[in-house]
């Protein structure tokens, strides 16, 4: 059975931190990605990682803020969060798909995690 757990989540002041966690169980997988989703909003691409080799890929909203990172040994991919901001605000989701390649697309990932919530208070 494959499995997606996202951990991290909370409520944080803004300019502060979080860090998320993806742990991974049930196969083995090409890329991992994050997304989130703001209240009234579509789901949107936050950052994505390929998992072999760690090549990153950052949506324009989160770039210099956040850091996406794995590890191996533990099959976890992680989303560093700094300098939160208040439109930071959203569920986030750890999606993971079977293939090589960095992508903004929500289609070609296979598996989501249930979400963890991120309120980031002004």
């Known amino acids: 059975q494959v499995l997606l757990e996202e951990s991290g989540g909370g409520l944080v002041q803004a300019g502060g931190s979080l860090k998320l966690s993806c742990a991974a169980s049930g196969r083995t997988f090409g890329t991992f990605g994050w997304f989130r989703q703001a209240p009234g909003k579509e789901r949107e691409f936050v950052a994505a990682v390929i998992w072999d080799f760690g090549i990153p890929l950052y949506s324009d909203s989160v770039k210099g803020r956040f850091t996406i990172s794995r590890d191996n040994a533990k099959n976890t991919v992680y989303l560093q969060m700094d300098s939160l901001k208040p439109e930071d605000t959203a569920v986030y989701y750890c999606?993971?798909?079977?293939?090589?390649?960095?992508?903004?697309?929500?289609?070609?990932?296979?598996?989501w995690g249930q979400g963890t919530q991120v309120t980031v208070s002004s």
């Open positions: 999606a993971a798909k079977l293939s090589y390649g960095l992508t903004r697309g929500q289609g070609p990932y296979n598996y």
